[in-house]
Nanobody
Framework: QVQLVESGGGSVQAGGSLRLSCAAS????????MGWFRQAPGKEREGVAT???????SYADSVKGRFTISKDGAKNTLYLQMNSLKPEDTAMYYC????????????????????WGQGTQVTVSS
């Protein structure tokens, strides 16, 4: 049974940093599509970043230059390094995975990714 477990969320001031982790079991992070998504209160879930099996990455425009997605095959863990955090980054952050070499678009993954974690809360105060 595939499990994705996020950790690393918390409360920080604007301009601060956090690193989220997503530990996977029964699913190879290095060989498949992985992504980070977020949902703020009253808003729809949206894509943040994805990483393909070959390490190619995609980012939402709102986080480009501030967030970095990466993976560690040995630890079977996905990461999201978040720098220069803004209050508008406040949301529940979810890890998602699809059993494909290359990720679909983020809007499609929001609707149809095969596996999701339970989420970790990120709160950024001004």
């Amino acid at each position: 049974q595939v499990q994705l477990v996020e950790s690393g969320g918390g409360s920080v001031q604007a301009g601060g940093s956090l690193r989220l982790s997503c530990a996977a079991s029964e699913f190879r992070v290095s060989n498949n599509c992985m992504g980070w998504f977020r949902q703020a209160p009253g808003k729809e879930r949206e894509g943040v970043a994805t990483i393909d099996s070959d390490g190619s990455t995609s980012y939402a425009d709102s986080v480009k230059g501030r967030f970095t997605i990466s993976k560690d095959g040995a630890k079977n863990t996905l990461y999201l390094q978040m720098n220069s955090l803004k209050p508008e980054d406040t949301a529940m952050y979810y890890c998602a995975a699809d059993p494909w070499l290359y990720c679909a678009t983020m809007p499609k993954m929001v609707r149809s990714a095969d596996y999701w974690g339970q989420g970790t809360q990120v709160t950024v105060s001004s």
